[in-house]
């Protein structure tokens, strides 16, 4: 597999006024090259940024540059541009980037060369690569092991029955893999200057963003500890506990939709028509069952 080099670096934009867009420019040159330097030797890479909110904090940007010679580089970084709503703002330093997991913030880190790796080990601040693998995975084996202890007593009972304890444990792994999403930098919501919003990277930017995956994961646990609680002291019903608490995190997921960076009209019909279909089909189980 061709190595990369990769390589983080972090500006924080002014108060006032607000940003647009920044350019990042990025030098580097291999190291304990013998004689003259190739193609491969060497790479000029520009990097814009969009969507840079004022009062947002540090932004970092995390770069990749394939089609290089493999072994240690001296790379180098500069903002040679930054654009406001009425044309060229003054250019703000730019720093090596390091994270800190205890303080979960952005900090300078050192200029010392770089190794190139693999593109599989790029690690940008805040992000877990394989926290989204395992978060995905303890959630479906905690919700399978939720459904299997429910199913013993369900015998004798309709299929629609076995729906019904099925959704805490299904909707219990939903809310765990949305955690992975944050930890792994996809689904990430937009860039914000809210108060409200937290610091998180899309494995390109970090920057302080709307909280999506963490809405879309506390949707689903309410959901689950809705039907567990309703499974609890009821009972199932029919497939009605199941399609009213899918419809529920549907209907409200299209909340957190709106707030992704990478939201998309057809994906928000799709999901739209889809929590239309749940709904319906629990009128539907409501009705067959006389309620």
């Known amino acids: 597999m061709e190595e990369v080099v990769a390589v983080t ?33 060497r790479f ?20 990749t540059v394939d089609q290089v010679n493999p072994g240690v580089w001296h790379v180098g970084a500069r903002m040679v541009r930054l654009d406001g709503p009425s044309g060229p703002l003054p250019v703000r330093l730019v720093h090596p980037a390091a994270w800190s997991w205890r303080r979960r913030r952005l900090l300078t880190g050192d200029r010392r ?19 989204r693998r395992v978060l995905l995975s303890a959630g479906f084996a905690a919700g399978l092991a939720l459904t299997a202890a429910l199913l013993p007593g369900l015998r004798g009972e309709p299929a629609g029955a076995y729906l ?9 792994g939903v809310a765990a893999g949305r955690l992975g999403c944050l930890l792994g930098g996809c689904c990430a919501g937009r860039p914000t200057g809210s108060r409200f919003g937290v610091w998180a990277s899309d494995r390109t930017v970090g920057v302080r963003r709307y909280p999506a995956q963490l809405l879309e994961s506390l949707l689903a646990l309410v959901a689950a500890s809705l039907a567990l609680a309703v499974l609890v002291v009821a009972g199932p019903y029919h497939g009605v506990i199941f399609a009213a608490a899918l419809g529920l995190y549907t209907t409200g997921r299209q909340a957190a939709l709106a707030l992704r960076a990478d939201r998309r009209p057809a994906r928000l019909a799709g999901s739209a028509v889809a ?10 189980a409501c009705a067959v069952t006389g309620a």
């Not at 080990?121 to 394989?130: A, F, L, T």
């Open 113 to 131: 060369p770089v190794r190139t790796r693999p593109p599989g080990q790029v690690r940008p601040p805040g992000v877990v690569p394989r926290g």
């Open 44 to 63: 000029i890479r520009e990097v814009r940024v969009e969507d840079v909110p004022a009062g947002g904090g540090p932004v970092s940007v995390t770069a």
């Open 275 to 284: 929590g239309l279909a749940v709904g319906l089909a629990g009128i539907y």
């Open 9 to 41: 670096y972090w500006f924080e934009p002014a108060p006032e006024p607000p940003v647009q867009s920044a350019t990042l420019r990025l030098t580097g040159r291999r190291l304990g090259v013998h004689g003259a330097p190739g193609e491969r030797d």
């Open 164 to 172: 019904d304890a099925a959704a805490p444990g299904l909707l219990y």
